[in-house]
Nanobody
Framework: QVQLVESGGGLVQPGGSLRLSCAAT????????MRWYRQAPGKEREWVAT????????SYLDSVKGRFTISRDNDKNTVYLQMSSLKPDDTAVYYC?????????WGQGTQVTVSS
């Protein structure tokens, strides 16, 4: 079955960096677009970034453009989110997701807290 496992979150000071990872199993990873979302306390989950199956195309939420980079390693079945110049507003639980077989699958999420 499809499994997505995020890691790499933590507490970071404003202006700092983190790299999130999402390890995928249960489907042919290299055939599917992958996405990152986030959910801040008291807010709805919002889309952050998408990467095409081959990794040659990416798109981003306006507020993270120039600061976040989505990438993937199809040999390792892993998608990454490199986050730089972090702001307190980036504090959220970050999730990866895939649309597979007509169903959306989510990981358990990883907490990112940006605070001094």
């Amino acid at each position: 079955q499809v499994q997505l496992v995020e890691s790499g979150g933590g507490l970071v000071q404003p202006g700092g960096s983190l790299r999130l990872s999402c390890a995928a199993t249960g489907f042919t990873f290299s055939s599917y677009f992958m996405r990152w979302y986030r959910q801040a306390p008291g807010k709805e989950r919002e889309w952050v970034a998408t990467i095409t199956n081959g990794g040659d195309g990416t798109s981003y939420l306006d507020s993270v453009k120039g600061r976040f980079t989505i990438s993937r390693d199809n040999d390792k079945n892993t998608v990454y989110l490199q986050m730089s110049s972090l702001k307190p507003d980036d504090t959220a639980v970050y999730y990866c997701n895939v649309l597979f077989g007509g169903k959306v699958y989510w990981g358990q999420g990883t907490q990112v807290t940006v605070s001094s």
